[in-house]
């Protein structure tokens, strides 16, 4: 900021704010943990240096992304951001199957109540049992022989 008020990295650093500071925008007093986080994770040479290799539109979003990974490193030291991605990650899967059996389940209790359905050739096809066996299995993602549909549709 320059002149009465350092900027956070200046006052935790303990150094004169100049007109020129590089972290004056995106460190302000009002903030000074925010700052505190990413000298501690990155280091404030190291943050320096990449602020000066981007272009000014370009750097409150790193500023903004090196605070994120920051409160993720301290969080996790092992694995960062990339942790919490992973965790979302194996959330979604997991969601996505039970949405998988419920919508298997919807269908098996839809396809008890319509009536069996005769083939084009004259011979009778159950067809749920079709339908699970063809269909249902391409839909669902997974294979219906591994008992998961059985297990709904006896």
Do not use: W
Not at 9 to 28: G, H, Q, V
Not at 32 to 38: D, G, L, R, Y
Not at 73 to 78: G, I, K, M, S
Not at 105 to 125: F, K, N, R, T, Y
């Amino acid at each position: 900021m320059g002149g009465n008020s350092p900027c956070a990295s200046c006052k935790l650093l303990r150094r004169r704010c100049t007109k020129d500071c590089i972290f004056a925008p995106y460190f302000p007093s009002d903030d000074p943990q925010k700052f505190a986080i990413v000298h501690k994770v990155f280091g404030a040479s190291n943050v320096s240096k990449m602020l000066q290799e981007l272009p000014v539109h370009q750097r409150a979003d790193a500023v903004s992304s090196l605070v994120y990974e920051a409160n993720a490193r301290v969080r996790d030291p092992v694995y960062g951001c990339v942790g919490a991605i992973s965790y979302l990650q194996n959330q979604v899967s997991e969601l996505q199957m039970q949405l998988a059996v419920a919508q298997a389940e919807i269908l098996c209790i839809q396809m008890e109540h319509e009536p069996v359905m005769p083939a084009a050739s004259g011979i009778d096809l159950d067809y749920k049992s079709y339908f699970l066996q063809n269909d249902l299995s391409q839909f669902l993602g997974f294979d219906t022989s591994s008992n998961v549909m059985q297990q709904f549709c006896p």
